[in-house]
């Protein structure tokens, strides 16, 4: 008995969600570590008290778990089991932001009579804003989306439809090639997120040249400068870094096709590649619009997009920071950021030297 005892007491401490005993005047018997973590209050606090003072939990009709007609009353007073999906938990005596939870209220029996009830609260937060975050996702990509594709219906009906000069049939297949690029880049994005969030990414750390991966991005962005100056600027003899070629690659892609988008036509862009100490700094430097400083927090979220009009002018999903971020935490370096607005913006990655032991890394999105 003693052992049956000790195991329930063990299930009750250790039990993933928060639950909170109350007798049949609805105050509180005991309660959890996790109830206490989610209300605020210390089971020293709580036990002796009504439970309306821990639990001020709404749902989103408004109806409060412990009203008269709420669910705990109905529970104590008719013996049913109440389950509510979606609610909002409101931690009044710590004055945090309400919860979003999910509950449960089951009679306690004695003699056949509900003598009292448990409650069990489930923070639905995570599930949630993975549900928004795909939603997030869907929203973007169905607008980014829209875009190239009525550009590329109406070039090719212009291809159909008119008889056009050599010169005019050459520039509508470079404006298709443009947009179908963009489409691919989009989905490239997309396919990312997905791998990294799901931890389905897996890095082998290898020697790789810095040289040759920064030429070859200057070369692979030039087509889409529109007017903008890059300029490689690497140190005689830079190290090499342990990393991933294909990953380093897309690191820097990323970054310059990002200060393209958000800088004047015919200014200028620098990718800088040199030593320092135990690591290898790259910069990304441009003259662009800038990043104001209260953006700046935020700026390697996933969505994110600074609600600034130029930046909302620009096509984007708000993801490729986000990957970037990512791809650098993989490889084992660190990301920076400085920027005035109105004067340009420098990211500055740093990857360790080519002097540890490589090693084969997977990684998930936390």
């Not at 412990?66 to 089991?81: D, F, H, K, V, Y």
């Not at 990301?335 to 360790?352: D, E």
């Amino acid at each position: 008995m003693a052992r049956d005892r000790t195991l329930w007491e063990q299930a009750f401490e250790q039990f993933p969600q928060a639950i909170v005993i109350v007798d049949r005047e609805a105050t509180v018997l005991a309660l959890n570590p996790q109830a206490e973590r989610i209300t605020g209050w210390s089971r020293s606090a709580a036990v002796g008290r009504p439970a309306a003072d821990l639990l001020e939990v709404r749902t989103e009709t408004g109806v409060n778990l412990c009203a008269p007609n709420g669910a705990l009353r109905r529970a104590l007073r008719l013996g049913t089991s109440v389950n509510t999906h979606f609610a909002y938990l409101f931690r009044l005596r710590t004055s945090d932001d309400p919860v979003r939870v999910s509950y449960s209220v089951s009679p306690l029996r004695s003699l056949g009579r509900p003598s009292g009830a448990l409650i069990t609260i489930h923070d639905v937060t995570p599930e949630l804003e993975t549900i928004e975050a795909r939603d997030a996702l869907m929203l973007a990509t169905s607008h980014e989306l829209k875009t190239p594709l009525t550009t590329l219906r109406g070039l090719s009906e212009l291809l159909l439809d008119f008889d056009l000069t050599e010169g005019q049939r050459r520039e509508l297949l470079q404006d298709l090639h443009g947009q179908a690029d963009r489409m691919e880049r989009l989905v490239g994005d997309i396919l990312d997120v997905s791998r990294i969030d799901s931890g389905r990414v897996s890095v082998e750390l290898t020697r790789v040249e810095v040289e040759p991966v920064v030429l070859r991005v200057c070369e692979e962005v030039r087509g889409m400068l529109k007017g903008h100056q890059l300029r490689p600027r690497i140190e005689a003899g830079v190290p090499a870094v342990w990393g991933d070629t294909r990953k380093l690659h897309q690191i820097l892609v990323n970054l310059v096709t990002n200060a393209v988008k958000y800088s004047p036509p015919r200014t200028v862009i620098t990718v800088t590649a040199r030593g320092d100490g135990s690591s290898v700094r790259f910069e990304i430097a441009d003259h662009g619009v800038g990043i104001r400083k209260e953006h700046m927090p935020r700026l390697f979220e996933k969505f994110y997009r600074a609600d600034d009009p130029v930046v909302r002018r620009t096509a984007g999903t708000g993801l490729g920071l986000y990957i970037v971020r990512q791809l650098v935490t993989m490889l084992g370096g660190q990301i920076q950021v400085r920027s005035r607005a109105g004067k340009g913006t420098v990211f500055t990655v740093t990857l360790p030297r080519a002097e540890a032991t490589p090693a084969r890394v997977a990684v998930g999105s936390r």
